[in-house]
């Protein structure tokens, strides 16, 4: 497909990047922790403690020190990481990247089940998990090649009498910590005073040497590990940087809200991204309660708010929000799921500034394409691919399609993954021939390349023979005043094949069945308008704030 996108590109922005001169992740911190020294690097902003760019060098190299030389692991082990938004997070994972070893995120609210099947699969050989979720750890790690362990306590990046007054808190009156049983294991903070005393051996890299295995469900089947190399995660890095860095202003730290988990690929790309111009991030553990969140954005002038399309309508629910210094926003980010036109409408109303639309995936390192800093207002799509990514969208049978038609978003560029970790058969069903990966997702482009997503091809619902896109019933539900959140699935029907049923969060108390039918049929041609309304107190979604659709169609 010819790259019609760029002459869509805004003003200053190259149509390449130069991949191969990227180095390493570790070669990427050094740079930014020697020009930054005095910089906040992260903020925790439960506790207010930050953490300036010399504090994690001296710290993340005393991390890399105690595996290389106490526990003496060689390049290359894959080493579990298992800890909510916490700045040992940083910490930990630039140690071990620097250290030359394959960082496996884990999701801190796995069961025992799932936690077993990444850990086997991945072959990790040493975890750091936070003591709150270590109980998970001791119920599998005897089925698991884990044979190192280093457990961290929620307060061991704070201040001695913080520490001490926390650790009373959410040991003895919160009984927050389930009991545990990991013999061997070290707390964090003993390992960072054993790392101290031991000499760091700084490690060649090449550019495809693993940085993550970063486990998704993929376009198929069970999670399995994307493979991101180094050159891969600083790829994209470079592609975001270039994207939007003539509207980013150099002289001062740039602070970027994380509220996303940071185990999650959204984040991580934020996490890592920040860096390259001494920005700072400040990290937010718990989103999901707003009151809270909103204090902690009251706290700074933030420039920069990656979230999903459900957290930025409780932000923009809350009385409190619209009520924040905007300032400094340049704008805010939305991915993860797609962005609802109602929702993006608000927050340019309430913030005055725009709401980008963005799309990516893990095994992308996640970013493909993004709308454009100077856009004027919400055009309901995922904007132009970035700098050195050519995509296609193509039929079934793999043959590309003309523009204006959809169908499946095939992407080839630098940032794109190994493959999946062990996993060649999985691999070829989702990588073509000619090097492009298949996502799934179901795309149209307009005669600008501007892309929009349809919807996700296993989401689609078939009624009467005709396709049904549940993100399109979702933005007509959402265009409802009564309505705060809305989720559209397939139910299996006698008669039509499958019909469509709405799950809805009010907004207002008076809002009923017939009234939404009624709004339904006003903007959507008969086959499109559900047959069915559940009302629910809050939809079902994953930690990063997804809805959960397959939990749905299980309901419904």
């Known amino acids: 497909m010819d790259k019609i996108w760029l002459k869509s590109y805004p003003p200053g922005v190259p149509h390449e990047i130069d991949a191969n001169a990227l180095g390493s992740i570790s070669d990427y911190v050094d740079t930014a922790c020697a020009n930054y020294p005095e910089r906040k690097a992260f903020i925790s902003g439960t506790t207010d403690v930050a953490l300036t760019y010399q504090e994690l060098d001296i710290l993340s190299l005393q991390v890399a020190a105690y595996f290389q030389s106490v526990l003496k692991l060689p390049k290359g082990t894959r080493v579990a990481l298992m800890m909510p938004n916490l700045l040992q997070y940083p910490v930990c994972l630039f140690g071990l990247l620097r250290a030359g070893y394959v960082v496996v995120n884990v999701n801190p609210m796995y069961t025992p089940r799932e936690l077993e099947h990444q850990l086997k699969d991945s072959g990790a050989e040493a975890m750091i998990v936070v003591e709150v979720f270590a109980h998970t750890l001791a119920k599998v790690i005897a089925s698991t090649s884990v044979k190192h362990v280093i457990v961290t306590a929620l307060t061991d990046m704070m201040p001695w009498a913080k520490r001490v007054i926390g650790n009373f808190l959410i040991r003895q009156v919160k009984k927050a910590v389930p009991a545990y049983n990991l013999p061997g294991s070290t707390g964090l903070r003993d390992a960072v005073a054993l790392g101290s005393q031991a000499a760091f051996r700084p490690v060649t890299f090449e550019a495809d040497d693993l940085a993550f295995l970063q486990y998704t469900g993929g376009t198929t089947g069970v999670s399995k590990g994307a493979m991101l190399t180094h050159r891969n995660v600083l790829a994209n890095v470079e592609q975001g940087r270039v994207w939007f860095d003539p509207v980013i202003d150099k002289s001062e730290a740039m602070i970027g809200i994380t509220a996303i988990p940071l185990y999650h690929i959204y984040a991580l790309g934020t996490c890592i991204s920040g860096l390259n111009s001494g920005g700072t991030n400040v990290l ?51 991915g993860g799921a797609a962005t609802q036109r109602a929702v993006a409408e608000q927050w340019q109303q309430v913030t005055g500034k725009p709401l980008l639309e963005g ?198």
Not at 297 to 308: D, E, N, Q, R, T
Not at 314 to 331: C, T, V, Y
Request: net charge neutral.
């Open 359 to 556: 799309f990516g995936l893990t095994e992308c390192s996640p970013t493909v394409s993004v709308n454009p800093y100077n856009t004027p207002e919400f055009r309901g799509g995922i904007g132009f691919p970035l700098p050195s990514t050519e995509v296609s969208i193509r039929n079934e049978e793999g043959v590309e399609l003309p523009i204006g038609q959809s169908g499946e978003l095939c992407v080839r560029g630098p940032q794109v993954m190994k493959g999946y970790w062990q996993r060649p058969q999985e691999t070829a069903a989702v990588m073509t021939v000619d090097g492009f990966l298949r996502t799934g997702d179901i795309a149209v482009m307009e005669s600008d390349g501007y892309m929009k997503i349809v919807d996700r091809i296993k989401d689609m619902i078939l009624v009467s023979g005709f396709n049904v896109y549940p993100n399109e019933i979702e933005e007509v539900v959402m265009t409802h005043p009564g309505v705060l959140e809305v989720a559209a699935v397939g139910k299996k029907s006698e008669d039509t094949g499958e019909k469509i049923k709405i799950f809805v969060v009010k907004k207002s108390p008076a809002l009923t069945e017939a009234m939404l039918i009624s709004h339904c049929r006003e903007n959507l041609t008969a086959y499109k308008i559900p047959r069915e309304v559940e009302f629910l107190n809050e939809l079902p979604k994953s930690p990063v704030g997804k809805v959960l659709r397959r939990e749905l169609r299980d309901r419904a």
């Open 284 to 334: 937010v553990s718990d989103p999901r309660n707003i009151p809270a969140f909103v204090k902690v954005l009251s706290k700074y002038k933030f420039a920069s708010l990656p979230a999903v399309n459900t957290l930025f309508i409780g932000l923009l629910n809350d009385p409190h929000f619209a009520k924040l210094d905007f300032s400094k926003l340049i704008f805010g980010v939305g």
